[in-house]
């Protein structure tokens, strides 16, 4: 069993930064990859970062050149510093963990996670 905890969630506005922290416990032996998702009211869930056991990423298009993610296996975290926030990146973003692998299709990035957190919120606004 995974456990997950999310911080670093906050308002801030259009053109700010933040940054996303997750403490990682329990078992993690043999997780392939993890990573961070996000879901805002009324949309479907959008992976926004993901990283294998050998420090690859990945990224959809909507984030590009905004987002990063890194880990520490030393520590058991996970971070996402986001910069150049936009008010649609206004969401709850989860970190998760344990993954198979990963696809990108028409710029979005396909991952599906068997373990996630509570979430954090991040809002931007205009």
């Known amino acids: 069993q995974v456990r997950l905890e999310e911080s670093g969630g906050g308002s801030v506005q259009t053109g700010g930064s933040l940054r996303l922290s997750c403490a990682v416990s329990g078992s993690t032996e043999g997780i392939y990859c993890m990573g961070w998702f996000r879901q805002a009211p009324g949309k479907e869930r959008e992976p926004v970062a993901a990283?294998?056991?050998?420090?690859?990423?990945v990224y959809p298009d909507s984030v590009k050149g905004r987002f990063i993610i890194s880990q520490d296996n030393a520590v058991k975290s996970l971070s996402l510093q986001m910069i150049s926030l936009q008010p649609d990146d206004t969401a709850m973003y989860y970190c998760?963990?344990?993954?198979?692998?990963?696809?990108?299709?028409?710029?979005?990035?396909?991952?599906?996670?068997?373990?996630w957190g509570q979430g954090t919120q991040v809002t931007v606004s205009s």
């Open positions: 998760a963990a344990d993954c198979d692998g990963w696809g990108v299709q028409g710029g979005q990035l396909r991952a599906d996670f068997s373990y």
């Open positions: 990283i294998d056991s050998e420090g690859h990423t």
